[in-house]
């Protein structure tokens, strides 16, 4: 998780209940069809209402929104933890999904839930403390569970979640240990329930279309990668800044970021990290975690990546893949709006930078109503559970290094850690 969220109002340029009351209007609209609200057909291209093109063929093309699933046909999800990231992005995401809608809330701060469950038109009787979270077994609206809570709380509300029979979508990073992420999988395998990890950025559009771009070589041989993902922490008491909460500092919050757009951009494992953390002695903030963590990773093919993690130096989100014919970067990368790419490549005598334009979509929106889809088919999600067991992997390797002063080998996984492409379901 990250402590970067906006707050609603300024996102949205007006109050929840206002941005609730449009969001629900629009999506009315969006589903008038009397047919269509009473069928149980999932929506799909011969749904989609599109308009005539009144622009000249020199212009980019208008496209409805659209077409989105009835509101009661939609997966309902209980939010787990109601702190900022779930108040300033999960929530106001929702009323941009076209799949998946907020059903109940899970908060130690009942008159905060009440507040939230009022402005989002829950019932009141969907709201759960973390004592009787177990009772949301009984709640058939509930088909997924969203677990926003403190990294090293993830563990024991994924169990308890799955023991409940309902499907789980957890925050990076998975949990703080190896034995955790183990139990995770497992005990939503015995379930028979679904476990997927929120890795937002697999899930943006220039992200996704760097993969599309490796994948059709237009890189050449990938050489390698070089990142950075740093922000300024203050408030010394925050749960982020205490080991046993967070299970470590910036390297798995958003050090994490840099690690996995590694792993799915080049679409290979390290076989060995060498990293350095740095701890301050005389700053407060990092009495129990580091502030800053550099890696070196390795891959079999000769690629390599290089990243910084920080939580003392302002905010800087980068990524740069180079390779043997052109190289693109992000900048920023791992943010919530506004990343932008540029691709270089040498063509007929010129160095060429092409700067594309893609169409911003709400990560969190996406990465929800991929799950949902998958919920809906029954397919794996494209970020399971194996995916944050081998970043928890690797994290521990780095933290090793970072110890010992010596590099560390790390196993290959044994089973794909990633399912079907999202643009694929």
């Not at 787990?80 to 929530?91: E, P, S, T």
């Amino acid at each position: 998780m990250s402590d970067n969220e906006f707050p609603v109002t300024k996102f949205f340029g007006t109050d929840r209940r206002g941005f609730l009351r449009a969001a629900t209007g629009a999506m009315a609209a969006a589903v008038a069809v009397p047919a269509f609200a009473q069928s149980s057909v999932k929506p799909n291209e011969q749904d989609d209402v599109q308009l005539s093109q009144i622009h000249a063929s020199t212009e980019e093309p208008e496209k409805i929104p659209g077409p989105m699933e009835a509101e009661d046909q939609r997966t309902g999800y209980a939010i787990v933890g109601l702190g900022r990231l779930a108040l300033g992005q999960i929530l106001p995401a929702m009323g941009k999904s076209k799949y998946s809608k907020p059903v109940a809330l899970v908060s130690g701060d009942r008159e905060k839930a009440m507040k939230i469950a009022a402005q989002y038109g829950i019932k009141q009787s969907a709201i759960y403390n973390y004592s009787t979270y177990d009772q949301i077994a009984q709640n058939p609206e509930v088909k997924v569970i969203y677990i926003v809570l403190p990294n090293s709380m993830h563990a024991e509300f994924v169990l308890r979640g799955a023991k409940a029979g309902k499907h789980i979508l957890c925050e990076k990073p998975m949990a703080t240990s190896v034995k955790e992420c183990e139990r995770m999988i497992a005990a939503c395998n015995a379930a028979n329930v679904k476990l997927m990890i929120a890795y937002r950025s697999q899930y943006e559009p220039y992200d996704m279309a760097m993969v599309k771009m490796i994948r059709e070589g237009k890189f050449g041989k990938l050489k390698q990668f070089i990142s950075t993902n740093s922000q300024n922490q203050g408030d010394p008491t925050q749960w982020r800044l205490k080991k046993s909460l967070a299970g470590g500092g910036c390297m798995p919050d958003v050090g994490v970021y840099c690690l996995n757009a590694a792993r799915f951009l080049s679409d290979e494992e390290p076989y060995e990290v060498f990293a350095t953390t740095v701890q301050p002695k005389d700053d407060p903030r990092f009495a129990e975690v580091e502030a800053s963590c550099q890696v070196i990773a390795k891959f079999p093919s000769g690629f390599t990546a290089v990243f910084n993690s920080a939580y003392d130096a302002h905010k800087s989100q980068f990524l740069r893949v180079e390779g043997t014919e052109a190289y693109a970067e992000l900048n920023p990368a791992f943010a919530y709006h506004g990343i932008k790419m540029k691709f270089t490549k040498f063509d007929q005598g010129m160095e060429i930078a092409h700067e594309p334009a893609l169409e911003e979509k709400d990560q969190f929106a996406a990465e929800m109503d991929h799950f949902s889809l998958c919920v809906q088919k029954d397919l794996k999600p494209h970020t399971p559970g194996e995916e944050g067991l081998q970043d928890q992997r690797i994290t521990d390797a780095i933290y090793e290094s970072a110890r010992s002063g010596k590099p560390v080998k790390v196993s290959a996984p044994s089973t794909a850690t990633r399912g079907p492409n999202p643009a694929e379901i």
